[in-house]
């Protein structure tokens, strides 16, 4: 499907001009959507304008030996990390899609990817951010150093909010040294051994950089085996605790052989893969709750294009083809029930306008949040549907 046309395309250069595009918008009653790359929410609703903010773009402030850096919504995260490599920091942020995917877009967003499971989702690795309100207004959340953390609360509602509470122009990140080795072992077997094996390496007190147990369409995608579910362990850090770690998760795996691939670029097809699947869902369970979660997506959704768990997190995030909004939040309902939550993060825009991105919440929440978007977007034309 291509993307609906927009009412007009605005591209500011720097928060100044953010806000002005913003505040001229409320006075108009323009509805309006800031888009990154625009590689992930590949369509737009028609007769919404569109505010670029690929020209929010600098890398600034960044100290190396403090390993804390500045950067626009508008960078990539190929950029960034290109930039990061060459003095010695990494950001381990590795959500699904590709490297052309901003630092804006993919913290409006939320989501994280296979490393959540030990470095946190995106909102961990911020210290502040500036954000743009739905007036024009111009707030700055937390500070640019670990140690201050005024007003980071304020920062966690934006951060996953999808563009719906106010526009992230700038973020203040904390960043790691980048680790001197960086292996990931992949075992394969049929999906009991994969539950097994993953609460095996969790019950070892194992503690990787990530634990992820693929379907075996993911798996086969990722080049990791073909026709059987995989459990990929990564491990980073100095030589010798990457042995160790490596070792350890084998006795978890039982007797089965690995697999053993090197550095961040194997995870790229597991981001690649991920990131074409036309609707994404990410269901909030637990470490040992994921198997039920991914069973009730399957009776709710139907056939599943993929699913990929970040065990620690119990993080379950599937893939479909295609869904209606009815099953989106008959799935949500249930899985309300058990008190996980069910974030749409990627669909078309009649399906998140239908099925909201948020759900199924509390009436408190819900009227929780809607209160938070009428003080920050007090004209409405933050165009993301949170609710349906």
């Keep these: 499907m291509p993307p609906a046309l927009a009412g007009s395309v605005a591209a500011p250069t720097d928060v100044a001009g953010l806000a002005a595009e913003i ?11 800031v888009r990154g790359a625009g590689s992930w929410w590949s369509d737009i609703p028609a007769g919404v304008d569109v505010v670029s903010a690929a020209g929010l773009d600098s890398v600034s402030d960044f100290n190396p030996a403090d390993l804390v850096v500045t950067v626009g919504a508008g960078v990539s995260l190929d950029r960034l990390a290109a930039r990061l490599e060459a003095k010695g920091a990494w950001l381990p942020l590795d959500p699904p899609g590709s490297g052309a995917r901003t630092v804006g877009g993919v913290l409006a967003s939320g989501a994280g990817g296979p490393l959540a499971a030990h470095y946190g989702p995106p909102r961990d690795h911020v210290l502040g951010l500036v954000v743009v309100a739905g007036d024009g207004t111009v707030l700055r959340l937390g500070g640019r150093v670990v140690k201050n953390v005024a007003g980071f609360d304020l ?7 999808c563009g719906a509470l106010g526009v992230i122009a700038e973020a203040h990140l904390r960043l790691r040294a980048r680790p001197r080795a960086d292996r990931t072992a992949v075992w394969t077997g049929d999906r009991t051994w994969a539950a097994r094996a993953a609460a095996a390496a969790l019950a070892a007190g194992l503690a990787p950089a990530a634990l992820e147990v693929l379907s075996p369409e993911l798996a086969g995608e990722a080049g990791w085996g073909a026709d ?42 597991w981001r690649d893969a991920v990131g074409r699947w036309p609707v994404v869902l990410r269901i909030g369970a637990d470490p040992h709750g994921w198997t039920a979660a991914l069973a009730l997506a399957e009776r709710r959704l139907g056939r599943l294009a993929a699913a990929s768990v970040t065990v620690p997190r119990g993080t379950v995030r599937v893939g479909v083809e295609r869904s209606a909004a009815e099953q989106i939040q008959t799935l949500r309902a249930d899985a309300a029930l058990l008190h996980w939550p069910v974030t749409l ?4 825009a009649a399906t998140r306008a239908a099925a909201g991105l948020w759900g199924a919440l509390s009436p408190e929440v819900a009227r929780l949040t809607r209160e938070m978007k009428a003080t920050f977007d007090p004209a409405g034309i933050l165009a993301a549907p949170l609710l349906a």
């Design 155 to 161: 920062a966690k509602l934006v951060i996953g909010g």
């Design 345 to 348: 993060e990627r669909a078309d």
């Design 228 to 269: 059987a579910w995989a459990v990929a362990i990564r491990a980073v850090g100095a030589e010798a605790g990457v042995d160790e770690a490596l070792q350890c998760a084998a006795r978890a795996a039982g007797t089965r052989p690995a697999l053993t691939v090197a550095g961040d670029a194997a995870w790229t097809p």
């Design 23 to 33: 505040r001229a918008a409320a006075a108009r009653q323009a509805a309006i959507v």
